[in-house]
């Protein structure tokens, strides 16, 4: 089992910035890539980035490419999404996820987080 729980949420102007942070527990993080998804109300969960086991790769859905960045830290169990640039279309529950693959489907992953809440105000 991984037990994973996001941080970092809130309010932001249009423009701003966020860090979100996702640390693991149990069993060893490293093993796995991480997912990030989206959902805002009324909308399905949708893919925003993933970033491979050893952080040598990463995709990144086409509306945040060039504005969001995902990093890790294995030593600290800890996958971030760095958001530049905020749009109010931004607004959603973000979730972090792990599974064997960097995947765009969020049916390849296998232990999500509970999210956290991101509101841009415009």
Request: charged share 15%.
């Amino acid at each position: 089992q991984v037990q994973l729980v996001e941080s970092g949420g809130g309010l932001v102007q249009a423009g701003g910035s966020l860090r979100l942070s996702c640390v693991a527990s149990g069993r060893t993080f490293g093993n796995y890539a991480m997912g990030w998804f989206r959902q805002a109300p009324g909308k399905e969960r949708e893919f925003v980035g993933c970033i491979s086991w050893s952080g040598g790769s990463s995709d990144y859905a086409d509306p945040v490419k060039g504005r969001f960045t995902i990093a890790r830290d294995n030593a600290k169990n800890t996958v971030y999404l760095q958001m530049n640039s905020l749009k109010p279309e931004d607004t959603a529950v973000y979730f972090c996820a792990a599974g064997l693959l960097c995947s765009t489907r969020h049916d390849m992953y296998y232990y999500w987080g509970q999210g956290t809440q991101v509101t841009v105000s415009s």
